[in-house]
């Protein structure tokens, strides 16, 4: 598989959320009700991004910042920047090149990218994208549960051979939200998208007369926290655990393995009105302590939300709907174009706010009284 002919950036693109309009503008009016809605009323996806807003950040100024970089480790391994692209599914409902777009973009501007289970590319062809750019973030791959161990384990081998680096297994969607906008658009998948990389078909569900779709057909399917020790146990990669936002199973993941978290809320398109990442952030990191791992998603669409991040106690970011935007616009290029303005973004607030490095960042950044 290859990609199509480069396109260009459309005029006056600046910044990321400026390829909005012209995402919208490309794709069917159902498929943008998917990507870009969110669950019930919407009010967890807009506190995402309004609670990065309201975080005030505090200058500091003639320091000393010749030789600053947006360097981070991370898993044991440099990354160019603390950012990677969150794991969304279907990428061809967007753009034809779909994720492998989104691949080689990631890969030529160091950020990384977590592969979702349900892409409509296949495995492979995005990992030797990352293999074959030296400079690359890390490669990750996240798995959903599916109650078939064999399906399973036959998964974990192919990732594993495929060159991914972790896992991520998503924990906050056993059953889907409820999407009112994209129900309401008629949201379908077209028949030639896909998650190529699943196969086979998930046992049907077996209900008698009374009993609850959801409580007697999907959950006694679901994974729990025994799953967790199996699937480290059936696989050498790291795993980290994404969706979290409580502090005891934050500490409870850790104390199991996992290798590191994403304190997310999906987006918002799982349970409405839980708290904007941003508020969940930090009492998740006092809780696993200052080494573990730890990254965050939802609202992140300035280099300056990155930095709020990272000063929250975020080591990386997850980059959702944004890249897509791009990726709808303008395929790979606008990827990587919206990318490197993020980037821009980031060491211009940095620089702003006397930070030679990302761990010159902490809450001292931040304004206690908000914006
Ligand atoms: C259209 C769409 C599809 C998604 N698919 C997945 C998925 O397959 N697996 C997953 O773990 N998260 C999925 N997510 C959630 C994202 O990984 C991420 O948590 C979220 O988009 C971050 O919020 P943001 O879009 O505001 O940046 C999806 C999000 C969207 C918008």
């Given amino acids: 598989m290859s990609l199509s002919a480069l396109q260009s950036i459309p005029e006056g693109v600046v910044n990321l959320a400026d390829f909005e ?32 807003d309201r975080l005030g950040l505090r200058p500091r100024v003639l320091r000393d910042l010749s030789g600053g970089h947006t360097r981070v480790r991370l898993l044991g391994r440099e990354l160019a920047q603390p950012v990677l692209l969150a794991p969304i599914a279907y990428q061809q409902l967007a753009h034809a090149d779909g994720e492998l777009a989104s691949a080689y973009a990631a890969a030529a501007q160091g950020a990384g990218m977590v592969l979702s289970a ?66 309401r658009a008629g949201f379908k998948l077209p028949e030639h998208i896909r998650a190529v990389n699943l196969g086979g078909l998930k046992k049907p569900l077996d209900l008698q007369a009374g009993q609850s779709a959801l409580f007697d057909g999907l959950m006694p399917r679901a994974a729990t926290w025994a799953e967790i020790a199996w699937l480290r146990e059936h696989s050498k990669l790291p795993l ?27 987006g918002g398109r799982t349970l409405d009105t839980v708290p904007a990442t941003a508020h969940l952030l930090a009492d998740v990191r006092a809780a696993l302590g200052a080494d573990y791992p730890l990254l965050v998603d939802g609202g992140i669409r300035r280099g300056s939300d990155v930095l709020k991040a990272i000063a929250l106690g975020a080591d990386a970011v997850l980059l959702g709907r ?20 993020l980037r821009d973004e980031l060491e211009i607030a940095m620089a702003l706010c006397g930070c030679k490095t990302l761990a010159d960042a902490g809450p001292h950044l931040l304004w206690p009284r908000g914006v």
């Fill in 21 to 52: 309009p012209h995402a919208q503008a490309a794709m069917r009016p159902q498929d943008w009700a998917y990507l870009n809605g969110g669950a019930a009323d919407e009010i967890t996806l807009r506190a995402n991004r309004a609670a990065w």
């Fill in 118 to 183: 349900q892409s409509s590319v296949a495995m492979e062809p995005v990992a030797r994208v990352f293999a074959n750019e030296p400079g690359s973030g890390p490669l990750w791959f996240q798995l959903y549960w599916r109650d078939d161990r064999g399906f399973m384990r036959e998964l974990l081998q192919r990732i594993e051979q495929a060159g991914f680096e972790a896992l991520v297994l998503t924990v906050d969607a056993p059953v889907h939200g409820a999407r009112d906008r994209e129900r």
């Fill in 240 to 266: 980290l655990l994404k969706g979290v936002t409580h502090p005891e199973d934050a500490v409870q993941a850790q104390g199991l393995g996992a290798a590191g978290l994403v304190v997310s809320n999906h």
């Fill in 322 to 341: 944004p890249y897509v935007h791009a990726l709808a616009a303008a395929g790979a290029l606008g990827v990587a174009h919206g990318l490197r303005l």
